[in-house]
Nanobody
Framework: QVQLVESGGGLVQAGGSLKLSCVAS????????MAWFRRVPGKEREFLAA????????NDADSVKDRFTISRDNTKNTLYLQMNSLTSEDTAVYSC????????????????WGQGTQVTVSS
């Protein structure tokens, strides 16, 4: 059973940065495509970025472009999301997801999900 545990969320002032982490309990982390999504209550889950064997996929929407960066450390079974220049519109629950196959940009591509970590940006 794949378990994903996110951490690093919290309260941050507008303009600040946060780095989220997601630790996966899998045997061979490098075999998994990993992704970050976020959800604001009442809105659709939003794809942020993914990392897989063919590289990374970043959401190039203006809302996150050039501010969010995904990375991973396969020796630590850990996925990261560096978030810079945060605004109140980034307030959401951030979740990591895993797929033992290629990366994708839709939530239904990923069968395994963490519980999420709350990020709140104060203006």
């Amino acid at each position: 059973q794949v378990q994903l545990v996110e951490s690093g969320g919290g309260l941050v002032q507008a303009g600040g940065s946060l780095k989220l982490s997601c630790v996966a309990s899998v045997r061979t982390f490098s075999n998994y495509a990993m992704a970050w999504f976020r959800r604001v209550p009442g809105k659709e889950r939003e794809f942020l970025a993914a990392s897989g064997n063919v590289g990374t996929i970043q959401n190039d929407a203006d809302s996150v472009k050039d501010r969010f960066t995904i990375s991973r450390d396969n020796t630590k079974n850990t996925l990261y999301l560096q978030m810079n220049s945060l605004t109140s519109e980034d307030t959401a629950v951030y979740s990591c997801a895993a797929n033992d196959g290629p990366a994708g940009v839709t939530a239904d591509h990923y069968p395994y999900w963490g519980q999420g970590t709350q990020v709140t940006v104060s203006s």
